[in-house]
């Protein structure tokens, strides 16, 4: 070949698309590389992780386990004189532990949820 032929390849809008897609293959393999080494950095300044020893423990007494109970709420006080309640004459709790602790279950022909396909009430 002479070397009219690798100027004229060399010039040509192919060779230029390949030498641009391989520079932007090594800016990328470059950054990949930098966003490596920098998280490598900021792993190393972190604390260690615990011992197993250090860990949390389960109590003596055995895992926790959940409470269900039924909650029925409290009444709100009236105010006395016509006056307004202020936050502070309420107490904290917004409900009690019910006196009823079995749960109310479905009973056949009563109404069903909006939208069931059931029957309502007879």
Not at 27 to 44: K, N, P, T
Request: proline fraction near 8%; charge should be neutral; avoid cysteine.
């Amino acid at each position: 070949m002479s070397t009219a032929t690798f100027v004229v390849a060399a010039t040509s809008s192919e060779v230029l698309n390949v030498i641009a897609a391989f520079v932007g293959g090594l800016i990328i393999a470059g950054a990949l590389i930098w966003a490596v080494q920098f998280g490598m950095r900021v792993r190393d300044r972190e604390l260690p992780r615990p011992n197993p020893d250090e860990q949390p423990h389960l109590p003596a007494t055995g895992p926790v386990w959940e409470t269900r109970e039924l909650r029925e709420p409290d009444e709100v006080p009236r105010a006395q004189g016509g006056e307004r309640l202020m936050p502070y004459d309420l107490h904290h709790s917004g409900s009690r532990t019910g006196r009823d602790q079995h749960r109310k279950r479905w009973l056949p022909g009563s109404s069903g949820g909006f939208g069931s396909g059931g029957l309502g009430h007879r």
